[in-house]
């Protein structure tokens, strides 16, 4: 594999991850602000989508 193939095989990834950390991320959160164990106040996860 030449340097330029390696390069975008190396974002590819790097991007896939970083999605992946975000879904991951933003379920937990999710969970946490339903069940109240986090009280923060954010109007448009805590109200229902209009």
């Known amino acids: 594999m030449d340097k330029k193939g390696q390069l975008a095989w190396i974002e590819i990834q790097f991007v896939f991850y970083g999605l992946a950390a ?15 164990i986090i009280g923060l106040n954010i109007p448009f996860i805590s109200c229902p989508l209009k």
């Open 22 to 36: 975000g879904i991951i991320l933003g379920i937990v959160l999710m969970i946490l602000l339903r069940q109240g």
